[in-house]
Each structure stands twice: as structure tokens, then as C-alpha cells.
């Protein structure tokens, strides 16, 4: 690192730069000298500027996004249409749509400006589109956690295999000790939409290698997955896993999958990470892949979103890691849009109908 910035001060001056070693680096860093006096390094007042600027953006927008869903429409009894989404992007219109409504409504959540809502909202939609929430229909949800879609598939007849990682592999990813990993004992069931004995009579957790598909996991009427293809290691293998988990479904089954989505069409991406970010030339070379195999992929909408809020990008550091306090004050996130190692993402889904008769 040291030399890196010694060689690129020197491209750009045109003359040799001095070695910088760690204890200088250590001095041009530091908030305070060993006398306590502040740090007046033209480097470190920059670095001085960045968690207050962070901070105020975050508290703008979620203050925003709170402002937005108080001001919505009250909850209302609704009723599911079918819409035949296309694959496509997290927005602030989605968030204010009818359908939106509804699956918080089913799902006994309110309206919020996350885009995880909206994850949970757009698998259910297109679930729902063609005709997979109902009796006798049978599931197949990957890198499951502790979503609340296998209690509320349940609660409608459905079974459903709901999968996660190995406790192993949970570990070592951090899954489990962020609560977002299923356990045996628990099986993710929610009590507030669906009756512990249908839940246990309802659904099956097996834990599964989304890299390694046991043959055995097919003739599923639908599958699905919430932000997991970005965490198998490579963008190939996110995509791989996307064709590979057709072979889980019958002729005409549906597969319904969100995840991480650079906004960038060009440019560098992040891969072969422990998350990384699909760009649209991804996307559009999967739907190839997918309909060369006979499938059919619904039409990609790669719409941005002109709101308020889908220009407003939420940055790091995020609620896990700021300290209690912190993150209390700052309230529950908002965003539609963050920043993920630099790069600029939000959510994207993904539609696809397994050809065949």
C-alpha cells in the first residue's frame, strides 16, 4: 500500500517520492498527535469529514423514506391481480404500487422504503401471477434464513422445501451469527401468519450447497431465491446456479430470484468475492443461456426509477456496524439504493418459465 502511493505520487509529479513508512503513515492518519493536539494533515482533515458526511446523508434519506410511508395511503383491504411483472429493478414507484400494498398487508408488515421489502413483495407477485400460491402447489426456496415466505406459502396449502446453507459453510459466511441462517429447531416458522402444526406438517428444511444441487430436489411446481445467487462465490457461479436449479422444476414451473445489481453497465464490477454484483450484461447473457435451453425469460425493464428516493444512495458504515447508539439514533435503514465496496447497487428480479410440456 505503502508503495502504491509512493509510485502514484511520483506519476504524478514527475518527480521520486520520498518512502512513506508505516509510522509516518501512522502520523499522517491519526485524529490526534501523541500530545492530544488534533491531527491538521490535509489528509487526515479530509478523513475527518467522511463518517459526519456519511452519517448526515443516511439520516436525510431515512428521514425522507419515513416522511414517504407516513404520508401513504392507509392499509386498506386489498385484493391480488395478476401483473405478470417483468424482470426488473427495485423502485420507489414499486414500493408505492397497489401490489406492493397488498403482499405487505398478507405478509403483516407495513409499507417501508427497503428494498428487501420489495424483494419479498416481487417473489410473491410473480409467484402469484402464475397461479403458485395455492393448494396442492409444491415450493422450492433457496438460501431461505429466516424469511417469513415459507410460513405464508404454508399457511395457503403449499409445500414448501425450504433450504439453507450447511451450518459449516453458515458459519464460516457469518450467516448464523447474524440470525440470518434457518436452524432445525426453529424452521424459520412465523407465528403470526401461519399455525405451528400446518408449518410443521407444511414444510421441510433440508440444508443444501446452492453450488451442488442434490438431484433429488425436483418436480418443484415453482423455486425461488432472496439475495443468495451474489453469495456463491462468482458471478459464474451465481449464474450457473440460476440455470442448474431449472432441473429442480416440472415442465411450465416457474423460478422467481433477486439479487444484488449494479446499476453500472460498464465499467468494473465486484467478483469472485464474498458478494458480488451482477451488471445488465449479466443479466442479458443469462436470459441467452435461458432461452437457447427453451426457457422463457420475461422482459427485462432496467428502469432506474425517477423518485426522490431512487436517487438517493445509502453508504457504508451500515447498521451492523455501527455502535447501538448509533444505529438507534439513526432509526431503522430506507434505501433502495446503497454502495457495496464502492460500487452502486439495488436489487434486481428475475423471472423465468421452465419450457417443456
Known sequence: MLNWLRRRRERRT??????????????????????????????????????????????????LARQLADALPPPTATTAQKLHLPSS????????????????????????????????????QCLYDYDMIA?????????????????????????????????DHAGRSGWIDTGQHATLDAHSCMDHLVDRAVFDAQVELRFVDMNRIPPDLADYDFCWSICALEHLGSIADGLAFAENAMRCL????????????????????????MTVAFQRRH????????????????????????????????????????????????GPPAHLKMTIDGMIVTCIGLVIRKGGH
Open 250 to 273: 416440472r415442465p411450465g414451473g416457474v423460478a422467481v430470484h433477486t439479487t444484488e445489481f449494479n446499476i453500472r453497465s460498464d465499467g468494473p464490477t465486484i467478483d469472485n468475492w
Open 283 to 330: 443479466m442479458e447473457e443469462l436470459a441467452q443461456r435461458l432461452r437457447a435451453s427453451g426457457h422463457d425469460v420475461s422482459p427485462f425493464d432496467f428502469t432506474l426509477g425517477s423518485g426522490v428516493l431512487d436517487r438517493f444512495v445509502d453508504l457504508p458504515p451500515y447498521h451492523g456496524d455501527l455502535p447501538p447508539e448509533l444505529a438507534d439514533w439513526l
Open 14 to 63: 514527475g518527480f521520486p517520492a520520498a518512502r512513506i513508512n508505516n509510522r509516518d503513515l501512522t502520523a499522517l492518519l491519526s485524529h490526534v498527535s501523541t500530545r492530544g493536539h488534533p491531527n491538521l494533515n490535509r489528509l487526515r482533515l479530509i478523513a475527518n469529514a467522511i463518517d459526519p458526511l456519511s452519517l448526515n446523508i443516511k439520516q436525510m434519506g431515512y428521514q
Open 89 to 124: 429493478l427495485s423502485t420507489q414507484a414499486a414500493m408505492e404500487s397497489a401490489w406492493v400494498a397488498h403482499w405487505c398487508a398478507e405478509l403483516k408488515i407495513p409499507v417501508t422504503y427497503h428494498r428487501k421489502l420489495w424483494e419479498l413483495c416481487f417473489v410473491l
Open 135 to 167: 393448494p396442492g402447489r409444491r415450493g422450492l426456496g433457496f438460501g431461505c434464513g429466516v424469511e417469513p415466505i415459507p410460513s405464508y406459502l404454508a399457511a395457503h396449502g403449499v409445500s414448501v422445501t425450504a433450504t439453507d446453507l450447511p451450518p
